[in-house]
């Protein structure tokens, strides 16, 4: 009869081993406590009915009613997240972290480490939601060292971002002028207003060249002479508009760039244009 009580006793533990080191371990303590008291309850009661023999039998199946009504590892109660107090807000998807957890900001942007494409932006400087510097005008160049932030998109910069030399930042068909005349016709005035801006926004170091351009009719010579005298007359309309004399340099170029078939008259309309061109 003792032998068989100690067997069960240690069957019981064997198994109470076991659980203590099985898959759920996160709910262990609480199983355990529950075993035990049944063990106990189990074991007095049987006791009671049956003496050693039933007091085995009545710890073995108190044991197992204890583990069936403690709360498994699915019931239990979720772990409730604690807010880190260290950080100051929650660390946004693919932020790095600190060894507190903590998203930081190397460049002091606003843009988290892990999230800022450009993590090294100097203090002040506004940036994107990438954490990159504004460039307003798309040359590659950043507004705060760009010289010339409003250059038109394709045109080829230097390092400081204002045209190279060479580089036409506007060209303007249509501009009309009475027959063998200079002066600038009402429609060809709103054209001209792209112009003054275009020229406003290469940056107060640069000349733009006002090149006046023909068709083929008429002489080499008379198309020079022709060209020159309309190219003065677009730059003496652009500064009564406000923009900088100094800075504007009207060139005839008669017929000698045609960027159509003069054949045709929609290819002499073309032809019959102003090209503005970065001169240094």
Known sequence: MK???KLTAAVLAIGLLAGCAGPNQSTNGANLACATVGALVGGAGGAAAGGGAGAAGGALAGAALGLLICPTEAQAEPMMAVANPVCTQTPPPGAILDAQGCAYDTDGDGIVAGVDLCRFTPAGVTVDRFGCAIDSDKDA?????????????????????CPLPGQKILSLSGINFGFDQTVITDDSKEILRYAGDAVKNTGPILEVRVEGHTDNIGTDEYNIDLSQRR???VVDYLVSQ???PDRLIPIGMGESLPVANNDTAAGRAANRRVDFVISQ
Request: proline share 10%; charged share 15%.
């Open 231 to 233: 190219a003065q007359a």
């Open 141 to 161: 160049v950043p507004d705060y060292l760009d010289l010339c932030p409003s250059t038109p998109l394709g045109v080829i910069v230097d390092t400081d971002g």
């Open 3 to 5: 032998t068989s009580v």
């Open 242 to 244: 406000g923009a900088n």
